[in-house]
Each structure stands twice: as C-alpha cells, then as structure tokens.
C-alpha cells in the first residue's frame, strides 16, 4: 500500500469514527432514545388490551397501566436507561401479569420500585 493511501485511509477512518462518538455522546437521545421512547408509549397504549385481555378488567390493570407508561416515559437519556435496575423491574411486571388478577399489594411493590428508581435518579442529578 502506498504512502499516500495509508494516509488518506487513516484520516477518513478517525474522520468517520469521531462523527460516530460525536453522535452517540450528543445526539443519540435526541435522535434515537425519544422517538423510540415514543414508538414504545403508542405501542403499550395501542396493544395493551388485546396483548393482556386475559387479565380481569379492574381499576389494577388500568393503574398497571399507568405505571407502565409513567417508568417508560421518566427515561430521559441513555445514561439514566442504563443505570437503571430494569431487570428487577421486567421480573416484576411479568410475575404480575402472569395470572389474570392483578392485586393491590402487586401494584405497590411495582409502584415502589419505580419511585425508588425515580429517588435514586433525582439523588445523582
């Protein structure tokens, strides 16, 4: 390889890679997190009866509802996404929805494990 195409090759490359970094450290939530926060919000409001219509209809599965919509709509950057204990979350809400009633005491240790993940993102801010 020639001198002047190694050159060239190397000046693209770290060109390309800084737009890269560039994007993901300052526009990746303006460009990806909300539009996709946004896709995820219709999606839960659009499907929620017909993916969850064997749950009895009751003022918990609206408030389950709620809750849902309420943690994924306080995720406000990548930062706070993957800080976040989600896992403990998704186990949750699955052990909730896995029979068809929902109880009260279900929705305030799911409700209490999102104001302690609010808590905890307000604290490092």
Not at 30 to 48: A, H, Q, R, Y
Not at 71 to 79: E, G, R
Not at 88 to 117: A, G, N, Q, Y
Request: with cysteine; aromatic share 10%.
């Amino acid at each position: 390889m020639k001198k002047g195409c190694f050159l060239q090759a190397v000046i693209i490359g770290t060109v390309l890679i800084a737009a890269v970094v560039y994007i993901i450290e300052n526009k990746f939530d303006e460009w990806f997190l909300k539009p996709g926060k946004e896709l995820l919000l219709t999606e839960i409001v659009k499907n929620w009866d017909d993916d969850l219509k064997y749950i009895y209809e009751s003022e918990q599965k609206d408030s389950l509802k709620n809750l849902l919509t309420y943690y994924v709509d306080n995720i406000n950057s990548l930062d706070e996404l993957t800080a976040m204990d989600e896992k403990s979350f998704v186990i949750e809400f699955d052990s909730v929805i896995e029979d068809s009633l929902i109880s009260k005491e279900e929705i305030s240790k799911l409700t209490r494990l999102v104001e302690k993940e609010i808590n905890e993102k307000s604290k490092s801010n």
